[in-house]
């Protein structure tokens, strides 16, 4: 009888089927802490209240047998209820503590970063050529006692032209396609690095040795040899003994520095408004045939007396030299780079040849 769920028949008992009752719900107890010790996750959990306390579980039937009990029946097995009653939530609240606990630690083990891993290695990065180059021309000079100095790309025309012997109507305005900034009387983006010359010699007395690298720009239409943006590394020297023969020499070291010991080269008389004389300097290389080979490298000459006095320097006392060299020129020749675009263009595969 103890095992019919509705209690129905239990009220035929002597006492009503208190003891039955009784008997039932411990029973009942032992099973219920089972289970609930049991459930291994808290869908289990769930599951053993509904099937203990539920509306369809044995316990409904358990309660409705009450109204076939005396005062004093009913009241003990209220008593028996709500011990019942007591330790189920008791156990279920103990076991989904424990479930919980378990789940979080669960996760953390899962999401758990061991810092102590190795990195995933990221190929490092290295300066672009044009910039090794840059630095590597300015160190040959750094080791010859220079100072290096740097100005504005947005730069003056009177820096630009004017003090560089330049003069408004001269074709070389014309001819360096200058490009002007807007909303700006006289601002031009600079189109050498040489009115870095004039903003030293302004404010530097002799002795002067400055290397200047930086950007340049002229309105050039792209091609294999030419952007409308690249770079030059100025030099100027001023002092009271400099010669034609200091400007060679110090051109002959550095293109030994950069090309190979075995390096000569060549001035080739040319025009710059800012020297006079004024030369175009190659480098000479073996022609595959076994030929000697000259290759431009770049363009210097003596500062003319009239920039020096311009610019504040006694030419009767002083004299300089000054040279310009193409960043992207020496880069191209030393590395065999036949495109100038290919400096600025950001192919891997060219970057990481360098
Ligand atoms: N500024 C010249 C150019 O961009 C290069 C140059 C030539 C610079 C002769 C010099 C120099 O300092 O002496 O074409």
Redesign the pocket.
Known sequence: MSDDPTGTTAATDADGGLQDAIATLDRLRADALAAIADAADTAALNEARVRFTGKRSELTGVQKRMKDLTPDGRKQLGQALNGFRAAFDEAHAVREEELATAALAARLEDERLDLTLPPRRLPPGRPNLLTQVEHEIIDVFIGMGYQVAEGPEAEAGAYNFDLLNIEPDHPARQEMDTIYVAGFDDVVLR????PV?ARVMTTQAPPIAVVVPGR?YRADTVDATHSPVFS?V???VVGEDITMADLRGTLLSFSRAMFGADRDIRLRPSF?P??EP?AEVDVSFDEPGGNLGWLEIL???MVDPNVLSMCGIDPDRYRGF???IGIERVAMLRHGVKDIRDFFDADARFLARF
């Open positions: 189109t050498h690095t040489s010359q340049t030059q100025e030099g100027l710059f800012f020297t004024s363009g210097a000459g000054a040279f310009g």
